[in-house]
């Protein structure tokens, strides 16, 4: 089996076939764009109407022999299907058009192992490819004497040698996933390690070359690799930011979505996409230029919905706002006040201001003002406020109490709180207004 973080596409024939309420015309675009980012010289495009995929050929015998005929006028190692094929069609249409066979799901495999970096990133694509390739590794040996009739004989070297191949197979897939258990469960650990200490996560998601990592690099002076390509970047990066009036918070870049992103592909990037799913909130970074936008909005919500993230708070950005006209850089509020969407720059920096305070708007929802009186005696409590930059403004009273105006996290006050044995709520001037929330039962983290 030939490993696709080498393989070469070279010389490459598309395919992409209408078919009703399937793949629009829309789709072409984006398979020349996943071709080229994988690497592949585009010879020609071929596109055909069906009403159904043919069972052997997916696009009948009659177009696979004008395909071939061009492939081999061009001289093409490569054609690629913009949809994805049953490994049947597959072999029947390596045979046919005699050049190496990918549908649309093997392209984005083959993309995202040449984008993995990261320990996990690797383990996620490798067990992604090899869920795969399993239903197709007959492919390899149909050369193999077939099994044939006689007295004794059961089959022939071509059913061992695939035998053999699966169960290799299914043991590097199960080593693969005890792996990828280990650095979940690592992963897990970092992330209830935030929640103990109440730090919000934002959680950047949208569709593949939107100028996620862009802004994401704008936000947070990180140095994630940014260019004008599908999946430039894979692995998650995580960096934290000092938000006025929420404190540290972590910024998460996470994979770029795209239509149809193979199911395969979504299970093995389980550990990634929960940082998206266990956010506190979702930045949607959209492409506002681009005239498929309200699709890729679609297709991203499809993916959030799928990774269990269609329930978490989500901000909508338009980015690349300076090429399009009549609309400026700023917060859009809806009819309560609260923002509803942000239009920014990541390539100019318009409205990365406007977008780190709606961000915090969106997180002060769980936060709570009151006020404290605190015996000077009692210097760890008052360290501890400072600590999480939750103290507005702090005088004293006659008898040298000091009054601090406190601003914080409802998640932050009952840890507080906790951490110093109820001093904090013996400390409240009024109502304890952390006590109402609900969502924070640290005994059960």
């Known amino acids: 089996m030939q490993d696709p973080q080498i393989e070469k596409l070279g010389l490459t024939v598309l395919v992409h076939a209408e078919l009703p309420k399937a793949e629009s015309q829309e789709d072409l675009e984006e398979l020349i764009r996943l071709a080229q980012t994988a690497g592949a010289e585009i010879a020609q495009s071929i596109v055909c109407k069906r009403d159904t995929p043919d069972p052997a050929y997916?696009?009948?015998?009659?177009?696979?022999?004008?395909?071939?005929?061009?492939?081999?006028?061009?001289?093409?190692?490569t054609v690629i299907f913009n949809s994805r094929l049953s490994?049947?069609?597959?072999?029947?249409?390596?045979?046919?058009?005699?050049?190496?066979?990918?549908?649309?799901?093997?392209?984005?495999?083959?993309?995202?192992?040449?984008?993995?970096?990261?320990?996990?990133?690797?383990?996620?694509?490798?067990l992604a490819r090899?869920?795969?390739?399993?239903?197709?590794?007959?492919?390899?040996?149909?050369?193999?004497?077939?099994?044939?009739?006689?007295?004794?004989?059961?089959?022939?070297?071509?059913?061992?040698q695939i035998e053999l191949d699966r169960r290799a197979l299914r043991e590097r897939i199960a080593a693969v996933k005890e792996d990828l258990q280990a650095v979940e469960k690592r992963r897990g650990q970092n992330r209830l390690k935030r929640q103990k200490n109440s730090v919000p996560v934002v959680s950047f998601a949208g569709y593949?070359?939107?100028?996620?990592?862009?802004?994401?690099?704008?936000?947070?002076?990180?140095?994630?690799?940014?260019?004008?390509?599908?999946?430039?970047?894979?692995?998650?990066?995580?960096?934290?930011?000092?938000?006025?009036?929420?404190?540290?918070?972590?910024?998460?870049?996470?994979?770029?979505?795209?239509?149809?992103?193979?199911?395969?592909?979504?299970?093995?990037?389980?550990?990634?996409?929960?940082e998206t799913a266990q956010a506190s909130l979702i930045l949607h970074i959209v492409d506002g230029a681009d005239p498929r936008r309200d699709d890729n909005i679609k297709a991203v919500n499809a993916v959030l919905a799928e990774v269990g993230a269609s329930e978490v708070p989500t901000l909508t950005v338009f980015n690349k706002c300076d090429l399009l006209e009549n609309t400026a850089a700023g917060i859009v509020r809806n009819e309560e006040g609260r923002p509803e969407r942000v239009y920014v720059s990541a390539k100019t920096s318009e409205g990365l201001d406007d977008l780190l305070q709606a961000v915090s708007e969106c997180?002060?929802?769980?936060?709570?003002?009151?006020?404290?009186?605190?015996?000077?005696?009692?210097?760890?409590?008052?360290?501890?406020?400072?600590?999480?930059?939750?103290?507005?403004?702090?005088?004293?009273?006659?008898?040298?109490?000091?009054?601090?105006?406190?601003?914080?996290?409802e998640a932050d006050a009952s840890r507080i709180d906790k951490d110093s044995g109820g001093a904090l709520a013996r400390s409240c001037l009024g109502k304890i207004p952390w006590r109402k929330s609900r969502e924070f039962d640290f005994d059960s983290l």
């Open 58 to 77: 997916f696009i009948g015998s009659g177009k696979t022999e004008e395909v071939a005929a061009t492939v081999a006028a061009c001289g093409a190692g």
């Open 130 to 160: 090899l869920q795969y390739e399993q239903a197709r590794l007959v492919r390899g040996w149909t050369h193999l004497e077939r099994q044939k009739g006689g007295f004794g004989l059961r089959g022939g070297p071509g059913e061992t």
């Open 208 to 274: 593949t070359n939107a100028g996620k990592s862009t802004l994401f690099n704008r936000l947070t002076g990180a140095d994630v690799y940014a260019a004008d390509k599908l999946f430039a970047t894979l692995d998650p990066t995580l960096r934290t930011v000092e938000l006025k009036g929420v404190g540290t918070t972590v910024f998460a870049d996470t994979v770029g979505f795209i239509r149809h992103l193979p199911h395969d592909l979504i299970a093995a990037f389980k550990s990634t996409l929960e």
């Open 363 to 409: 997180l002060a929802k769980e936060r709570c003002d009151f006020t404290v009186k605190i015996d000077p005696r009692d210097g760890r409590l008052r360290s501890m406020l400072y600590a999480k930059k939750a103290v507005l403004s702090e005088k004293y009273d006659e008898d040298g109490n000091n009054i601090l105006e406190v601003s914080m996290l």
């Open 87 to 126: 490994p049947a069609q597959e072999r029947n249409l390596e045979k046919a058009l005699k050049a190496r066979v990918m549908d649309r799901i093997a392209l984005i495999l083959l993309i995202f192992a040449q984008r993995a970096r990261t320990y996990e990133g690797k383990l996620q694509v490798e």
